[in-house]
């Protein structure tokens, strides 16, 4: 019985050739080809899932630092505004001292402008009437005095007396 | 609690493997003085009754024209034969296992030694000027078997295409998972190490060489019907996987794989020496391959088949769980070397291909 060592039979190495090639050709075709694309997929999106969790966690440690820095800047705005506020208050209480003040002393002096014009006016008013009373009373006392002729002439004679003609 | 259920289940796993691998080698143990008598009888040139080891190995590690059963029980294969006048189809049983000549449309044949196909003259003598144009492309054993394994190699890998268009995206199940690790290991532990990044153009062949050897493999571990061939222990078969890669290795082999073969870098007077010992380097690679995967498959199917003959050789029962515990031991290790050797194979394919398309040294 021989041995096949030294002489591979031609139809095995024909067949083997026709059935490796098709195996060959069929299996890229209908299963290698989908499979590795297959596997590459999966990895990629394993990939990329992960990576894309490494952003998402990149992005939330972001955003909790910007919140904490937002947090400590609207703290620190929030200072500023009740600082501001409150000079701002203290401003206008000032002012409004001020303004209290500057307003009071006009009103005084004006008060006071009012009533030194109130005097004025009443002491002239004082002085017409003394006037006028003054020169009633010296009508009254003058048609006293005409009333009685002798007295006049005694007067003009009196008068008359005192000034000398030069 | 939970520990304990695991590990019944894992004993009760283990048994049932001990006790079909067990099954296999009485099957085989049964299996090869039924094939030994029957050779014995049809031929009867060994003398009645003595065991002839080397012949019952010899011929369990051939090609056949029929696919042995049991007893006397064998399935015919197709005859092919091309002559000189033309083709010839008739099945193998027409031979009645060496006993009958057939006469063909032709010429009349005769199956001698039972796997060698001659022409026989009218006189019933061998026509050997005749018998020499004749060219034999019957589908043995070996061929049927091959095609049996690629059947199965296109079953399992379309399902598990069509499992990863079906789950896209999801985590493999049931064969898909079993697969994976093995498609993955030869694509990150063979391919891209060893090729580098142009390593995606090979990955089919480099996937179907591994598949194909492993499973040819495992179905010679068979030692019934559907397996029992010595397909990876042809060097028919192992010629034609070598020369594939030669043919892929030289064919994508770029300018600096083709300078240092052809302008290597040693002083031009050493290039008598240097050239032909480059060529002989693009041979020897192959041919290694060929040999190691024909070598080492066959020499476990005559490891096996030796253990067992032992108790046939000793004549006595007793030897029996002796040999057995070996042919046990031995198909343990058969089922790791099957997928070593296709490893092995396919890494020095790789291998082989990365020094062809590397660019730089």
Redesign the interface.
Known sequence: ?????GN??????????V??????F???K???????E??G??EK?IEDALTSAEKAKAEMARLTNENEQLLKAARAERDIILKEAKELKDQIVADAKTLAQAEGAKLIEQARKEIDDQKKRALAEVKNQVSSLSLDIARKVLQKEFEDENKQEALVADLLKDVKLN | MDFRHFFDSKKISFIAIFAVLTTFSVVQAADTPTVNSAAIDSHGAHGEGEFQPTDVIMEHISDAHDWHLWGHSSIPLPVILYTDKGFEFFLSSQFHHGEHDYRGKHYTYRLVDKKKIQVVNAAGQIDEEASKKIWDFSITKNVASMFLSVFLLLLIFTSVAKAYKKREGKAPKGLQSFLEPIILFVRDDIARPNIGHKYARFMPLLLTIFFFIWINNLMGLIPIFPGAANVTGNIAVTFVLAFIVLIVVNVNGNKYYWKHILLPDVPWWLYPIMIPVELVGVISRPFALMIRLFANITAGHIIILSLISLIFVFKSLAIAPVSLAFVLFMNVLELLVAALQAFIFTLLTALFIGMAVEEHH
Do not use: H, N
Request: glycine letters at 2%; proline letters at 6%.
């Open positions: 019985m021989s041995f096949d060592i591979p039979s031609i139809g095995l190495v024909f067949w083997t050739f059935a490796f090639l098709l195996l060959l069929l299996l890229r209908f299963a290698w080809k989908p499979i590795m297959a596997i997929e999966r999106s």
